[in-house]
Nanobody, 121 residues
Framework: QVQLVESGGGLVQAGGSLRLSCAAS????????ASWSRQAPGKQRELVAG???????NYADSVRGRFTISRDNAKNTVYLQMNSLKPEDTAVYYC???????????????WGQGTQVTVSS
């Protein structure tokens, strides 16, 4: 079964950087629109950044200027570069994407299992 797998989370001090990656575990044709969301303890999941297949991006106000979403279509991978991290960025980060299957070109939406990002003060 095809699913998204995130990696790159961890513990970092305030002001530091992390790079998250999101890749499909099985064989897919391509990834269309994709996004990163996060959920902190006791809070609702919030959209952090999104990117279209063509590369158009959008960001939450809280991360604009510090985070950068990007993609490598050849590798079917989406990234989230996080700089100038703050303690309030601490959360589980989830990747979400529309995956296009080979041959049939059927498209379905998929969420990854999440990766923990902890920023210490």
């Amino acid at each position: 079964q095809v699913q998204l797998v995130e990696s790159g989370g961890g513990l970092v001090q305030a002001g530091g950087s992390l790079r998250l990656s999101c890749a499909a575990s099985g064989s897919i044709f391509t990834i269309n629109d994709a996004s990163w969301s996060r959920q902190a303890p006791g809070k609702q999941r919030e959209l952090v950044a999104g990117i279209t297949r063509g590369g158009t991006t959008n960001y939450a106000d809280s991360v604009r200027g510090r985070f950068t979403i990007s993609r490598d279509n050849a590798k079917n991978t989406v990234y989230l570069q996080m700089n100038s991290l703050k303690p309030e960025d601490t959360a589980v980060y989830y990747c979400n994407a529309d995956l296009v299957m080979p041959i049939t070109k059927v498209t379905f939406n998929s969420w990854g299992q999440g990766t923990q990002v902890t920023v210490s003060s």
